[in-house]
């Protein structure tokens, strides 16, 4: 079980992401979002995470320019495509940058886990998100779930992680009906959008760490 908790921005959340034994610290760098850092925010956090947690870079659509200036910053150890990014994108950065990629995928029906299915040899990793709305201005932390049985009984090539309206109350839940290898949560660890509640944060570990196993 892998357990991500992607948004941080400050010391003391990263610290309790890390205490309570989560495996991924996610850093968005999408200006639109209440979870932005800058490079400076993100060079000091991944000083605190070097040798304790997986740090991922979250972007959407990033230029190479962009990207190289995070990698320089956080020396990430994932880098997350959360945007429109096409199998040759994917493939382009990952070579580029050297290290994996995790790519994203909205889901709302059962055509998009056909489209996802058709690009998910590409990605070293895979995000299983909700489909935002056509007017959203995030691609993702919008607190909003899928139906999880359109993920019954499905086999995936690569590792991959559930994201998508997450919170301690429901992880339980959603871990038994899609057998889920790993989880991803933002805005349901949080008191408002972009500050996250470390109670939440502890809550939310234990709770898909002693989910019954299917």
């Known amino acids: 079980?892998?357990?991500?908790?992607?948004?941080?921005?400050t010391s003391a959340a990263l610290d309790t992401c890390i205490t309570c034994g989560a495996d991924m610290a996610g850093f968005v760098f999408f200006a639109k979002?209440?979870?932005?850092?800058?490079?400076?925010?993100?060079?000091?956090?991944?000083?605190q995470a070097t040798?304790?947690?997986?740090?991922?870079?979250?972007?959407?659509d990033a230029?190479?320019?962009?990207?190289?200036?995070?990698v320089a910053s956080l020396n990430p150890d994932v880098l997350q495509l959360h945007g429109a990014e096409t199998p040759a994108r994917v493939a382009e950065i990952r070579t580029r940058f050297g290290r994996p990629v995790m790519k994203a995928f909205g889901i709302a029906t059962?055509?998009?886990?056909?489209?996802?299915?058709?690009?998910?040899?590409v990605p070293d990793r895979l995000l299983l998100d909700a489909k935002p709305s056509a007017d959203a201005i995030l691609p993702g932390g919008?607190?909003?779930?899928?139906?999880?049985h359109l993920l019954e009984a499905l086999q995936l090539p690569k590792p991959w992680l559930l994201s998508g309206g997450l919170n301690p109350d429901n992880v339980a839940e959603a871990l038994r009906l899609t057998r889920a290898p790993g989880v991803d949560v933002s805005s349901g660890v949080e008191s408002r959008p972009g500050e996250k509640d470390l109670a939440r944060i502890a809550a939310f570990v234990a709770a898909a760490r002693n989910a019954p196993l299917p």
Not at 1 to 7: A, E, L, N, Q, V
Not at 33 to 47: C, G, I, N, W
Not at 63 to 70: G, K, P, Q, V, Y
């Open 1 to 9: 079980m892998k357990i991500k908790i992607c948004g941080l921005k």
């Open 33 to 47: 979002s209440p979870r932005f850092v800058d490079l400076q925010q993100a060079q000091a956090l991944a000083r």
């Open 51 to 60: 040798g304790r947690i997986e740090t991922v870079a979250l972007v959407v």
């Open 63 to 70: 230029s190479d320019e962009t990207l190289a200036d995070i």
């Open 110 to 121: 059962a055509s998009d886990i056909t489209h996802m299915l058709q690009q998910a040899d």
């Open 142 to 148: 919008n607190g909003l779930c899928f139906d999880w």
